[in-house]
Structure formats: C-alpha cells, structure tokens
C-alpha cells in the first residue's frame, strides 16, 4: 500500500512491483523494474529512501532513515528477507543477507553482506567483498561465480515480480 506523508507521495513507476501487503510511505522512490514483497516497510518519513531499477526488496524487510541520511539503494541489488537498512548506502548489484542489519554505513557495489550480519553504523564495506559477522568484518573478496550468482539474483527476481504482477490475485473468503 502507498501513503502519502506530509503532503509527499512514494514514486512507484508502473514497471515496479509492489506486494499489496508492503507498505510504501512517503520520500520513497523505486526504480524501474524494482520489486517490494510482502510485509515490507519502507518508511520514507524523515528523509528519503531510493531504491535502484532491478532492486528486490524480500519480504519483511524494513528501510528507514535518519535526518540528512537517506536510505540509497543502487541497481540490482537484493536484499534478502526481513533485513533492517537504515540511513545507508548500498552499492549496485549488492546482496544484503537475510537478517542482517545495516545502519548508517556503506556497502560497496558487488560486495555480499552475510545472513544475519550487523554492520554498524560508519562502516565502510568495499565492493566485491564477502562480509559477515556482528559487527561485520571482511573475510574475503568474492569469486568469479558468487559475483555472476549476484546479478543472476536480481534478474530472477526481476522475472518473479513480473509473474506476481500477472498472475497473483487477492482472493476472499477462501
């Protein structure tokens, strides 16, 4: 569901796709091609949130922000169920692990943030690396196939939004 707040409505080009149960509020822009699925909040109410064309946002997932520190979220990234990003940025073709926290820091394009990962706030994660603990520390740059599986991720879940958009419907009473 979108809300508009304080007189500023989310921007959901026709070529997103946004589960009914997620709720868009705000200083939210998605990019085409990008994907919010269920229980999602992405809460654009303090400052702003952008996520990239191609990005997949996976169910559960909350974004927020801090005053002067918007959530960026670059292209084709994935990030995985019921991770918390706030005040970040996220680099192009990125993956943010399941459960993981991202506060107000970086992560770097083509680098994979691992399940469950707390990274805190003022860290930096270069591209193309593996991180992973709490608090997240680089263990190792990333393999030729762990970086063609990052772009294969966002584009399957490109092709799963576009089904969900034909084919799902909300059903009542069973």
């Known amino acids: 569901m979108n809300r508009s707040f304080d007189g500023t409505a989310p921007r959901t ?9 997620a709720e868009i509020i705000g200083r939210v822009t998605l990019g085409a ?11 654009g109410d303090i400052d702003r949130i952008v996520v990239g064309a191609g ?8 974004i927020h922000t801090r005053d002067g520190r918007p959530t960026l979220i ?22 943010i692990g399941m459960g993981a926290v991202v506060m107000e820091a970086s992560v770097g394009a083509r ?7 707390l990274v805190p706030a003022g860290a930096r994660i270069p591209p193309g690396v593996l991180a992973f603990g709490s608090p997240a520390k680089v263990v190792r740059k990333l393999r030729a196939e762990e970086l ?15 089904k969900h958009a ?9």
């Open 13 to 21: 080009p026709p070529a997103s796709f946004v589960h009914d149960s």
């Open 33 to 43: 091609g990008a994907s919010v699925w269920p229980g999602c909040v992405l809460r």
């Open 55 to 62: 990005s997949n946002i996976q169910d559960l997932t909350v």
């Open 74 to 95: 670059g292209k084709d990234v994935t990030v995985g169920h019921r991770a918390i990003l706030h005040g970040c940025r996220i680099g192009d073709q990125a993956l």
């Open 111 to 117: 680098a994979i943030i691992g399940a469950g990962a």
């Open 148 to 162: 063609r599986m990052l772009a294969a991720s966002a584009r399957e879940y490109r092709a799963l939004a576009r």
């Open 166 to 174: 034909r084919t799902s419907r909300v059903l009542f009473g069973g």
